[in-house]
């Protein structure tokens, strides 16, 4: 790992000297405001030679006064040696100015300003060479515009419902057990989510209806919220530039808790996504603000955490967590590509913050780097340290780094109760996709390192950063009876590859609302065909589109069962437990948008790279959830059913959910993989095929576990929609000398012993 770039060293002659990290201090950045008093705290960190700092302050609620940087102020000069500023004052009376004492190190502090509530307000930052700046509150809590004045916002407005939940006494929340071997997380079904697709405006309030879904359905106790910090339109949102204000296009931060008091309210654990690893492109005046940013990446600016001046900015973050644990009743975080972050520092002292503030809660991580046993372990010797012996230690530790005295730059050990199991997905992905090009053994070892980290089928990274389709369509793209890619028009293989994943889209919805076979005998289905790019001269045949979907159908199943008999935590996006078929592509919208998209050479190059237009009016009508018309029901149904039963046989059974795998079996020629998990006095064996179907398969052989097992799953049920032709269930149980198995091609079924 690299040493963050150095930033130019400045004039901090106290930085350490009066540092300090009580919970006063994490909670009193930017405008905290007191409503009994109609009163407003402001504090600054800037860069610590900077001369004077002020905050305007409008003095009505309902004045606006547009972009932070067009409205003036008469500036009073000092004259001595050099001509100073000694003062700012407003240019009218629709404004106050006060000055911010100066604290040293570059934090700037005023108390006890009289201000309304949802008041605007900016700092103005008078610099070494007496140079003006105003600059949004890094801090913003309220933020309509990203390139507009801040908002005072009043925190305790909201009145929270769901008390027993936040004072732990709802037994449905899931809490950090840091001495069991899951860290507490062995329950954890997480439905990934993002709020702008889950309905056609794309707010808090409209996506309840969705959250009720989810619990009707019963399958995730837990949600993981995309990111919902400020950025210029309804997206992804890991471009936010407001760290710490909820994007008002999806309600604000209000309607953000009532949204989060709602879901647990229903029993759902609420996992909410932020992003330590770089700012936003739009909208982002960090480096104008102060030393927050030590260079360029490729999605925006990155965090000074290990530079000069860093010890503020890597609060910067450790305090969003804390904002989102607290304010808004998180029961848990997700850390968007930690390795990113440059600093393994910064993410030990988000971790040792969290724990010690918020000890119930857990963090899980994305990080590529998801076999790094650092990531997760935990050193026995950190518990009898105190918080300020740990938090002491990665200061001195970046201190070092930032004055290249220190060669080590990374900590022993981080400690993240999960992280997302990058390598197993990308195993469970090849082989459910591709089961003859890949060997079993990369699948099997992984299988019995992943127990602790996050298991999941797709993400929104591998769903919406290509074509935008989930797996259903993609394994009909490559079914080798529709023979697509072969049948497209692209003029390189990339447009053909995109114009073959939008034509097995449309496929898979003309599939499930439609009848194929009267749309293939009136010709209409290859003409739907040939307007997303097919050669006129070829055909779609309706039976290998069946044939193409069942696949896919099972697979899809496979993938779902696999993840789901693992202990630990699992994951899948939104509606994958009930068969949503919805697009989800990127999408967002900068501000410099309208005039980047009168080059043509500006939108041809995002359709180049990702098969569709990224626009947000353009691309998120395509994603909303529950778009399909459904022709009948059964195929929706089934795949409900078969998620509800899978769910409630992990939780009927602890040793599918938290027991031990004591043993793995590849058969690499047949494409079968069998787990073995044990818990107390209950055993199972999990039997997977990734490739043919079988009659009597006897490849387990002399590795058949002793006594008699019966089957109590199968994903080829007919309830699930399969053939129901594979079945086990039979008079004499199954044994080492009885373990003549039907396994139906791309099925699994689960046996217990008895």
């Known amino acids: 790992m690299k040493i963050c770039p150095i930033q130019p060293t400045y004039n901090n002659k106290s930085q350490n000297t009066n540092f300090k990290r009580q919970w006063t201090e994490h909670v009193s950045w930017g405008a905290k405001y007191y409503a009994n008093s109609h009163a407003a705290d402001f504090k600054l960190f800037t860069f610590p030679e900077v ?85 949004k509150d890094p801090y913003s809590k309220n933020q309509p515009d990203i390139n507009g004045w801040s908002k005072v916002y009043n925190q305790d407005k909201y009145k929270w419902k769901a008390v027993d939940w936040i004072n732990g006494k709802d037994s449905r929340r899931i809490v950090r057990k840091p001495n069991q071997k899951f860290g507490g997380l062995e329950k954890l079904v997480i439905e990934e989510l993002n709020i702008p697709t889950l309905s056609k405006n794309g707010n808090f309030d409209d996506a309840k209806a969705y959250v009720q879904q989810i619990v009707s359905r019963g399958v995730a106790n837990a949600i993981e919220i995309m990111p919902v910090e400020n950025s210029n339109s309804l997206g992804w949102s890991y471009d936010g530039v407001d760290k710490f204000a909820v994007n008002p296009k999806l309600g604000g931060p209000d309607k953000f808790k009532e949204f989060i008091d709602f879901a647990h309210s229903k029993g759902l654990n609420v996992i909410i996504d932020i992003v330590p690893n770089h700012m936003g492109p739009d909208g982002d005046y960090l480096s104008e603000t102060g030393p927050y940013i030590s260079g360029n990446g490729d999605f925006g600016h990155l965090f000074n955490y290990e530079g000069q001046n860093n010890r503020y900015v890597r609060d910067y973050m450790v305090n969003e967590a804390l904002w989102y644990l607290n304010e808004f009743k998180a029961d848990g975080l997700r850390l968007d590509l930690t390795q990113d972050c440059k600093s393994d520092w910064l993410l030990k002292q988000i971790v040792d913050e969290v724990n010690y503030h918020n000890p119930k809660a857990f963090i899980i991580a994305e990080d590529c780097r998801s076999r790094d046993n650092k990531l997760l372990n935990k050193d026995e010797f950190i518990k009898y340290m105190s918080h300020d012996m740990q938090l002491g230690i990665i200061d001195e530790s970046v201190d070092g780094i930032s004055n290249n005295k220190l060669d080590v730059n990374y900590p022993a050990q981080i400690g993240f109760d999960s992280n997302w199991d990058y390598v197993f997905m990308h195993n469970l992905d090849d082989v459910i996709r591709r089961p003859y090009e890949q060997e079993l053994w990369k699948f099997d070892d992984n299988i019995k390192n992943s127990q602790r980290r996050l298991k999941y089928i797709m993400s929104h990274d591998e769903i919406g950063n290509f074509d935008g389709t989930r797996l259903i369509p993609k394994i009909i793209a490559e079914y080798k009876g529709l023979d697509l890619f072969n049948k497209m028009n692209g003029k390189d293989d990339s447009t053909k590859g995109q114009q073959t994943a ?197 490849g387990y052989g002399e590795n058949f576990p002793n006594g008699d097992w019966i089957e109590i799953f199968n994903s080829d049920s007919k309830e699930y929609l399969g053939s129901g032709e594979y079945t086990n269930r039979r008079w004499n149980p199954i044994s080492r000398e009885h373990q003549n198995l039907n396994l139906a091609p791309n099925s699994f079924l689960i046996l217990k012993r008895i």
């Open 502 to 698: 939008h034509l097995a889209q449309k496929l898979t919805e003309l599939y499930l609302s439609d009848d194929i076979y009267a749309l293939s005998n009136s010709g209409v289905l290859d003409k739907i065909a040939v307007k997303l790019g097919m050669k006129q001269n070829e055909h779609i045949n309706p039976k290998e589109l069946e044939d193409a979907f069942l696949t896919a159908y099972a697979k899809h199943k496979l993938a779902m069962g696999t993840i789901m008999t693992i202990p630990g935590p699992k994951m899948f996006f939104q509606g994958d437990d009930a068969l949503e078929t919805a697009y989800f592509k990127f999408f967002r919208e900068l501000s410099s948008d309208k005039y980047q998209r009168q080059k043509p050479e500006f939108v041809e190059g995002i359709l180049k790279e990702k098969g569709y237009d990224t626009l947000e009016s353009i691309a998120r009508p395509t994603c909303v959830v529950n778009n399909t018309e459904f022709k009948n029901l059964a195929h929706r149904q089934g795949m409900i059913k078969f998620s509800q039963d899978i769910t409630q046989l992990m939780r009927e059974n602890p040793a599918i959910s938290e027991g031990d795998i004591v043993a793995t079996y590849c058969d690499n020629n047949n494409r079968i993989h069998i787990h073995h998990l044990m818990k107390d006095n209950d055993e199972f064996l999990i039997l997977k095929n990734f490739g043919c179907g079988f009659n009597r398969y006897y």
């Open 51 to 135: 001369q004077k700092v002020f905050v305007e302050i409008g003095k009505k609620a309902s004045d606006s006064f547009g972009l932070i940087k067009e409205r003036g102020m008469k500036i009073v000069s000092l004259m001595g040696a050099a001509i100073g500023i000694s003062n700012i004052i407003p240019k009218d009376t629709k404004t106050e100015i006060k000055e911010l004492e100066n604290l040293g190190d570059g934090v700037f502090e005023t108390k006890g300003i009289k201000v309304d509530e949802g008041a605007e307000y900016r700092f103005i930052i008078v610099d070494k060479n007496g140079e003006i700046k105003t600059v």
